[in-house]
């Protein structure tokens, strides 16, 4: 029976309270010992799908995106080559060369700001880096783009409203009883991926149902987009852009105290996976764990506002813009009023369904940027992990490791990927993974420190270099001589 408009958009926000109020639509990871990864995750399904099984969702998802595409199109492709800087043989790290792709409107507004984040991670890195600026763009433009600049090339920093393309998964697939509910939802592995062959959906311009041949990644992206805020954009990449610097600069100086997870009643059991995942990052006796009658609204707000806490990862039931942290007789939400908080964190792990998606905004900021931007400049969180679809990170060592081995937070998502996944993904991995994004500086080390004190010292000879960028506060020179001629 065909519904009218109005009444497709009251199912989908009945479906969607449906299934932010459920008690108990997601068991835990593993169930029991003795079963195979097929049968958890069937088992993850059953109870998860079983709370989403209206179609209303796709249907405006599948507008959105039509929506999107009729736009670009319109749109006249431009790129440019804005500046660049060599890498540094005498800095080797294992980031070679970053590529930055910028909205034109972003880089003609705070140039400077771009330039200073480009230094900052050579600084860090002795990486060889590439700012192009586009316009008009559609997401195989920027495929095509990231594939010009592949040589050598680690990773990819999208800043500004970067094109972006989208995955559907069926819902054709049936294991006993459990339906995997079909889903279109934002897709950034499709530009990780750089030589691997992806499919568009019959009779789609902008959407992609299969992936084959080599499908692992080869290079990490982060997104750094504040116009789906409904703010300020370029105010909002301001106050981003000044606290990113202040990280690299060692103004902002990592303390390596503690991280937390926040893991609801769903994922507490007999298995500690979500509780003590975060161990390798500072170590095992830097980590706390909270779950059980802890888990509720207040307990996550303070600890948010807990300076020793510098990572986060929260298991929550949650929608694009809020998370639930009780049952649906005993609802306790947390909307994306997160932003009003004084967050303390550096980073966060989102097991948030939907917490990701950046592109299902109205009048409100997804979950993902609440934490990432804040509001009016009152958060410290620089990058994060999460979902555009249903599900989230699983497999957390593969993530952790390489985070707690000083590995940057985009090296340790792509590291994720490839060996939890591996190279022949299936229908699982597109139910589970396809939708995993990272938010905000990809190059994030949650290890880093770089204390800069107040000397500047010159060494003396003809053959010396001295070099200075973007100093956050004046150097004042006392007490010099400078010897004639040099």
Not at 221 to 244: A, C, H, P
Not at 282 to 292: D, K, P, Q, R, T
Not at 313 to 341: E, G, M, W
Not at 433 to 438: E, I, K
């Amino acid at each position: 029976t065909s519904l009218t408009n109005n009444m497709r958009y009251i199912s989908y926000i009945v479906c969607n309270l449906i299934a932010c109020l459920g008690s108990s639509f997601f068991c835990m990871l593993h169930a029991e010992n003795d079963l195979t990864e097929v049968e958890e995750m069937d088992n993850l399904a059953m109870k998860f799908y079983s709370w989403e099984k209206g179609n209303e969702n796709d249907s405006r998802r599948h507008q959105q995106i039509i929506d999107s595409y009729a736009i670009r199109a319109f749109e006249s492709y431009t790129q440019s080559h804005e500046y660049a800087i060599a890498q540094d043989n005498n800095l080797q790290t294992y980031i070679e060369k970053i590529l930055i792709i910028v909205k034109e409107n972003v880089f003609s507004a705070i140039p400077s700001y771009i330039v200073r984040y480009a230094h900052d991670i050579h600084n860090a890195y002795g990486c060889a880096v590439d700012i192009v600026s586009v316009n008009g763009e559609n997401a195989s433009h920027v495929k095509s783009l990231i594939q010009n600049y592949s040589t050598n090339l680690n990773g990819a920093v999208l800043i500004g409203n970067i094109a972006h393309t989208y995955f559907y998964h069926p819902d054709s697939i049936v294991r006993g009883d459990t339906i995997w509910k079909h889903e279109s939802f934002p897709c950034d592995l499709y530009y990780m991926d750089i030589n691997g062959n992806w499919g568009l959906k019959s009779g789609e311009v902008n959407t992609y149902d299969t992936h084959t041949m080599n499908v692992k990644p080869e290079i990490f992206v982060g997104r750094i987009n504040t116009s789906t805020m409904g703010r300020d954009e370029i105010q909002e990449l301001k106050w981003y852009f000044n606290r990113n610097h202040q990280y690299w600069t060692g103004k902002k100086t990592l303390q390596k105290q503690k991280a937390l997870t926040f893991t609801g009643p769903d994922w507490v059991g007999t298995w500690d996976e979500f509780r003590s995942s975060v161990a390798p990052l500072y170590g095992a006796s830097n980590y706390h764990s909270v779950y059980g009658n802890m888990f509720n609204k207040a307990n996550y707000c303070a600890y948010l506002q807990d300076a020793d806490y510098e990572f986060i990862q929260l298991a929550c039931h949650s929608n694009v813009q809020h998370h639930n942290f009780r049952t649906t007789s005993d609802p306790i939400l947390l909307y994306s009023k997160i932003d009003s908080l004084n967050t303390l964190q550096i980073g966060y792990n989102l097991f948030c369904c939907h917490a990701c998606d950046w592109t299902d905004w109205a009048t409100e900021p997804c979950l993902g940027e609440s934490y990432l931007y804040g509001i009016n400049n009152n958060s410290t969180t620089l990058a994060l992990v999460g979902s555009t679809k249903t599900g989230g990170m699983l497999g957390f060592s593969y993530f952790y490791n390489p985070l707690g081995d000083g590995k940057c937070i985009g090296q340790a998502f792509k590291e994720w990927w490839i060996n939890k996944w591996g190279t022949n993904h299936n229908h699982y991995t597109y139910h589970w993974a396809y939708g995993m994004v990272l938010l905000g500086d990809p190059l994030i080390d949650f290890n880093f420190t770089d204390n800069c004190d107040d000397i500047l010292s010159l060494n003396g000879g003809a053959e010396s270099t001295n070099s200075m960028y973007y100093a956050q506060s004046k150097i004042v020179v006392q007490n010099y001589s400078v010897t004639q001629g040099q």
